[in-house]
């Protein structure tokens, strides 16, 4: 290879080289109690973004559980490095370009805290429904079980949840709205800097 082209060669590798820019990717964090209708409404949510074009994965928290071979592991301390392994995975996506819908439990402060402060494009959702709601739906028996003494580690029965102090949206997931129209909420006023209270 003479001279010459050891240097076009040279300056082809640099261009190459040249990192392709990513735009970040959004991680919505949506949160709540057992049956609160997590999965329902982020399914939805990713759903509505991947229609709308954008690369959209959904990290549902019963199926991260199972990818991490962690089915069992409800105590605080097992249930805090989950939450940290959430947030760190759903970073690590967004910064490759990807909208991630993270629907868990994750009653951690720190963890959301964590979230804001590492994520740049940080959207957290609190769906709020009242006990009596959650008990009368509980499509998994969780509450019903923690009531016979089958179940322990329930997070709003024998485990203090740390309620988010400064979502993004708040969500009163009752009933009296549908999935649908609360997925609207969230695109509409979720994204928007100013806090919002549905
Ligand atoms: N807006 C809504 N109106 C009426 N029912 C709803 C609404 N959202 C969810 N539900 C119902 O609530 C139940 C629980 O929903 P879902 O499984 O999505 O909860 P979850 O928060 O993911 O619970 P878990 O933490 O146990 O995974 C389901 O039967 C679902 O159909
Ligand atoms: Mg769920």
Known sequence: MGK?????AQSAFAFQAEPYPVEQGTVYWITGLAAAGKTTVA????EHLRRSG?????????RLRAVLGAEAAFAPEERRRLAMTYGRLCRELA??????????ISMFHAVREWNRAQIDRYCEV???????????RDPKGIYARHELGEQKQVVGQD???ELPRSPDLVIDNDGA???DEAVDLIVKAACDPARAVA
Do not use: N, Y
Not at 129 to 135: E, Y
């Open 54 to 62: 954008r690369p959209a994965v959904l990290l549902d928290g019963d």
């Open 126 to 136: 609190f769906l709020r429904v009242p006990f009596d709601v959650l008990r009368r």
């Open 4 to 8: 010459q082209d050891a240097s076009t």
């Open 159 to 161: 485990l203090e949840p």
């Open 43 to 46: 399914t939805k949510l990713c």
């Open 95 to 104: 910064e490759q370009g990807i909208d991630v819908v993270c629907a868990t």
């Open 177 to 179: 709205m549908t999935p």
